[in-house]
């Protein structure tokens, strides 16, 4: 059907000013939603650059992972295969046996060559053994990347060593530096091998030293299976450097140790630089990704990883330039910047055509007006009368002396009956009482008013069935202006209500579910969201506010443990007091219970109540340090109940304090609590209510 409009060329160009009014308001929309979502793809696209970093510079450190326990592993074997020569531990468990003063003997008798393989004496054929060993040593690592090895005792008393003596050294013998002597320490006592970390030598190389116990053969068995002394080898890591290092024109890829003063780049050259300022591993020993300053290169994004399973003290670290980064976000925000110009030019183009096809289709439609008319009307009544008698709330229209001029299907069959039974009869005639009365009354207020009313109505209009209606009342106007009937609206909203109903009660007990949550954390919590909530629900009373604040504190209280439930556990339960750090970390929980409430609509400040009742008069509270009318009235309420009985109850951490003592609290000066509120309460305790809260209390913490 269509609609017929007879305008005079003063209403057309009314009607194309509205037109244009909404297209224009279209293209304003439509650039607010590309400035917007171009504002939100960037924003994202920033926010996203350390994750996609993450994943991009992840994959090479994974390839150099596996490099690095390559190497190891090979390392390992060569190791192994030293300290495995029966001959290597045969030697070490007989020198072990021998005392530091017989060792220095052994030595000085090899130096002096005064000794021969038939000697009976056992220090002197040790001691002619000492150059067969050394050159077997000597041929072993000649084939590996371990530049020197040396045997020393369980008493750390180095006896055997492939390296060259140092110019002018009375021995050939190294000593043992404070890091070697602490590795050895550990080594001997756990039996297991410790790497120390890499050292620079003057001739510009990277040496590692790899500690490893020597144990006497299965067939000489000794107490406990102890180490007769361990082995010391020195391997060069030069290569392996150079093989983990690589400097593109952006992305740079470095190995790193960790030091007892930070992490120290490990250079191809042979040197080891000092550690890098503010290059800081997280609890598992990585290196997060973040923009950090490298020291000749500027700032970069870094990250930083263990290599799996193995027990180095080698950090394998990806870089890359933070100008290249930025180079590509702006590559990346002038491709969405042309797109989205592109397709917001295109829909602008769009709506032009569509306001051009609208204006030229109007003109075509009111060359048509005259021959439509009748049929339009008609087909409108028509539609009319379908739409009345379709819809499911009664309609009734009634003159000011209560004749009935109209009722809908809807309507009829709310009171039993047929339209045409009702039209044109008296409203007390056909109807009953409490329906006619509501008629009256509410027809005599808008007719006062000259405005619609909006009522709520119970009515029994079946036995034993009682429905609940929201009903619009308007007056109906003559020619002239005049109030000559009411049109009213009778919406049916029974089963909304009971839904509505129904789901209060749900919503109760997820919340009682949520507080029992809360409590279980911690034995001390117990019952105590419930009567924070009491007592503030009687401070409200005593306070004369209305009935909304006192739901508001109520659900407010019950939920205000909830951010405990993230604490961690150590904190809520611990015994003695908490230091500044813990504290700190404990009154988060207002700040987790807001991140989890914020999203959800109660229809009152419960949050804002949750946020602020933890605040202080003086400033002293938390998390947002408010003070005086900064903070709200549910706030102060809340801060009074919850202080009350927290501090009347025991804790972990403390015994309950005495009612006396828990008001002296509160009353102190300068006032850190309302003192209306707190004057509130001293009278509340006073009364039978008081006295029985108190009761229940107390007799609640001694269960």
């Known amino acids: 059907m269509q609609q017929v409009d ?141 530049v020197a090895a040396t045997l020393v005792t369980r008493s750390m008393h180095p006896y055997l060593s492939t390296a060259e003596p140092a110019p002018n050294a009375s021995t050939a013998l190294p000593s043992l530096t404070p890091d070697v002597q602490q590795a050895l320490q550990s080594c001997l006592r756990d039996g297991k091998a410790v790497f120390l970390p890499i050292q620079a030598t003057p001739q510009k190389h990277l040496h590692g030293m790899l500690v490893r116990p020597l144990f006497a053969p299965e067939y000489l068995a000794r107490p406990g299976n102890e180490a007769v002394g361990a082995i010391i080898l020195t391997c060069n890591v030069t290569h392996l450097v150079n093989d983990m290092t690589t400097e593109g024109v952006n992305q740079q890829s470095w190995l790193f140790q960790k030091g007892k003063s930070g992490l120290q780049q490990l250079l191809p050259n042979g040197t080891i630089s000092t550690p890098f300022p503010r290059w800081e591993t997280n609890a598992s020993g990585s290196l997060p990704i973040g923009l950090r300053a490298f020291p000749g290169i500027g700032n970069v994004y870094a990250l ?63 060359s048509n007006t005259l021959q439509q008319l009748y049929q339009a009307v008609n087909e409108q009544h028509a539609l009319l009368n379908s739409i009345n008698a379709s819809l499911a709330d009664g309609i009734i229209l009634h003159d000011k002396r209560g004749v009935i001029g109209y009722v809908n299907d809807a309507f009829a069959a709310m009171v039993d009956a047929k339209p045409e039974n009702l039209t044109g009869r008296v409203i007390t005639a056909v109807l009953p009482r409490q329906l006619t009365d509501s008629f009256f009354r509410h027809m005599e207020q808008a007719a006062k008013s000259n405005k619609p009313e909006l009522y709520e109505e119970v009515l029994t209009l079946k036995e034993d069935d009682a429905r609940n209606y929201h009903v619009s009342c308007a007056p109906f106007l003559n020619a002239d202006g005049n109030v000559n009937g009411v049109v009213s609206v009778y919406s049916d909203v029974t089963d909304l209500l009971r839904a509505q109903k129904q789901a209060q009660i749900v919503l109760g007990q997820t919340i009682s579910a949520l507080v029992r949550a809360i409590e279980a954390i911690d034995p001390y919590l117990g019952g105590q969201s419930m009567q924070t909530g009491t007592l503030a629900s009687y401070l409200v009373q005593g306070l004369r506010l209305e009935e909304v604040h006192d739901r508001t504190i109520r659900l407010a209280a019950n939920l205000s443990q909830l951010g405990m439930i993230q604490v961690p556990r150590h904190l809520v339960n611990k015994a003695g007091a908490l230091t500044n750090e813990e504290r700190a970390e404990l009154q988060k929980h207002v700040e987790y219970t807001r991140a989890t409430l914020e999203g959800i609509d109660f229809g009152l400040p419960v949050v804002e109540a949750i946020y602020e009742m933890h605040e202080l008069l003086d400033g002293s509270g938390y998390p947002r340090h408010l003070s005086g009318d900064e903070i709200g009235i549910h706030g102060r309420i809340l801060a009074v109940a919850n202080t009350f009985c927290a501090l009347v109850c025991p804790r972990s951490y403390r015994q309950a304090h005495a009612v006396e003592n828990a008001l002296a609290i509160l009353s102190t000066a300068p006032p850190k609590y309302d003192p209306q509120i707190v004057a509130v309460l001293c009278e509340f305790l006073q009364t039978p209510d008081g006295v029985t809260f108190l009761d229940s209390l107390t007799s609640r913490e001694k269960e």
């Open 304 to 366: 930083g990883m263990l290599p799996p399973d193995l027990d180095l003290p080698l950090l394998i670290a990806e870089t890359i330039r933070a100008e290249s980064v930025e180079a590509t976000y702006e590559a990346h925000k002038l491709r969405v910047i042309f797109v989205t110009s592109a397709s917001t030019l295109i829909a602008m183009l769009f709506i032009g055509m569509f306001w051009w096809w609208i204006v030229g289709h109007r003109e075509r439609a009111v």
């Open 6 to 146: 007879l305008q005079s060329p003063h209403g057309q160009n009314f009607t194309q000013r509205r037109a244009l009014w909404f297209v224009s308001f279209l293209l304003v929309l439509l650039v607010a939603s590309a400035i917007g979502g171009t504002y939100f793809v960037l924003r994202t696209a920033r926010e996203n650059i350390p994750v996609t970093l993450e994943y991009d510079l992840g994959a090479p450190i994974q390839h150099r992972a596996a490099t690095l326990t390559g190497w190891y592993a090979k390392l390992q074997d060569q190791v192994i295969r030293l300290a495995s020569m029966d001959m290597v531990r045969l030697f070490a468990n007989e020198v072990n046996d021998l005392t530091d003063r017989e060792i220095s003997t052994m030595l000085a008798r090899e130096r002096e060559e005064q000794t021969s393989p038939g000697d009976a004496d056992a220090v002197s054929r040790l001691a002619s053994q000492i150059p067969l060993m050394r050159r077997s040593l000597q041929n072993l690592i000649m084939q590996s990347d371990i």
